[in-house]
């Protein structure tokens, strides 16, 4: 007879909390990330915002770099809807601003782009791209990290 009588149940036990904890999670991962550059006619675009909109109809969003790179984290698996945008780069004129007061705090620590560096990234492209409907772009999120080119025409 053995001095410790539980020790084999208790061998058991932490089994099944070790079956449970990875039946609860899952096998992998459930979201995916991608990260890649954008392209307008086989030319790197230096600015805009890259929007990946999931079957769910989550979508996220994600700048993009002045060497034309865009990253998207922790995506929805499946297949996405993508848009991409620049007009908000254009040289905004007449239209008012929505930072921080003048004199005032930068609550939240929000400050507004120089409109003359942003005009200095933007490419015109055609509209259709701006709207994840008419854009033609789709790409299939899966577990794990992946790239994904964007090549515009």
């Known amino acids: 007879m ?13 089994f099944l909390a ?38 769910d109809q989550k979508g996220a969003m994600a700048e993009i770099g002045e060497d034309g790179s865009y990253t998207l984290d922790k995506l929805a698996l499946g297949e996405a809807k993508i848009a991409v945008e ?15 007061p003048k004199g005032g705090s930068n609550a939240g620590g929000y400050t507004p782009p120089d409109p003359k560096e942003a005009a200095k990234r933007y490419t015109a492209i055609p509209s259709k791209y701006e709207d994840p409907a008419t854009s033609g772009k789709t790409f299939t999120v899966k577990p794990g990290k992946q790239e994904f080119d964007i090549k515009l025409d």
């Open 2 to 14: 053995s001095v410790f009588p539980w020790r084999g149940l208790g061998r058991w036990a932490l």
């Open 18 to 55: 070790v079956v449970v904890c990875f039946a609860a999670s899952g096998c992998g991962p459930s979201t995916g990330s991608v990260s890649g550059k954008v392209y307008y006619k086989d030319t790197l675009l230096k600015g805009g915002r890259v929007q990946f909109i999931t079957a």
């Open 86 to 100: 620049t007009d908000y780069l254009k040289v905004q004129g007449s239209r008012p601003s929505y930072g921080p």
